[in-house]
């Protein structure tokens, strides 16, 4: 089974290894940074992950700060974030989520509560969150279940509508094969299999009806990647 990544953003030590200890098994993989700037520049080295647990009270950059950051760019707005933080009154658990986060937990937690809630954020992040999502030449709607190319209506199969909305939700970050396999066809990557390269194709035919932009890039050994500029 492929690893869901976790970044922890926490300066208390003392809590962060309680998360890795949480999260030591099969499902997942923590990696901990004790400042916001530490987080950006693993994703400035193109690491990326699946969802972060952010504490709001941390050295140099705020937590509400890395926060909006995190949430207003292309690379990682669609990220999941769960703020865990000692200041559990409700002005700031309102400006978190107005900032766009997508949970909140107040110290102290349970850990079980923690796990229950990483696990749902993840499910409802691989479901997909706006309802528009539109990156150079292609959009999706999801409440009409629609696709257009340069103004162009493209007919996708179920799956190619599923693959193409996961590859553009991750947009700019390389999604592995195993990922996909879970996220689209529900069933953990075992060997080599020819069903992905063959949707990939396929979905790569009906966009290039409409543009010469090639968005879906190949990651050799590891999976695909979709961005708005040709590799």
Known sequence: MNKHKIFVVEDDRSISGLYEIAFDNDEFEVVCFEKAEAM????????????????????GMSGLDA??????????????VIIVSAKGD????????????DDYIA???G?????????????KSAIGGG????????TINNSEHE?????????????????????????????TREKILSAVWDYDY??????????????????AQFTPVQYIHTVRGVGYKFSKNNL
């Open 147 to 175: 696709v257009t190319v340069a103004g162009h209506h493209v007919q996708l199969t179920l799956k190619e509508y599923k693959l193409l909305k996961l590859l553009m939700e991750k947009c700019n970050n390389v999604v």
């Open 107 to 109: 110290k102290p937690f």
């Open 67 to 80: 926060l909006k950051i995190l949430k207003s760019s292309e690379n990682t707005k669609g990220i999941p």
């Open 190 to 207: 075992v060997g080599e299999t020819r069903t992905l390269d063959m949707h990939i194709k396929s979905l790569r035919s009906k966009i």
């Open 111 to 123: 850990m079980l509560e923690l796990i229950a809630r990483v696990k749902a954020n993840i499910r």
């Open 131 to 138: 309802e528009i999502i539109s990156i150079g030449e292609i």
């Open 90 to 101: 409700e002005k700031d658990k309102v400006e978190g989520l107005n900032l766009g986060a």
């Open 40 to 59: 950006f520049d693993a994703f400035e080295k193109e690491q990326t992950c699946d969802i972060i647990i952010l504490d709001l009270m941390l050295p």
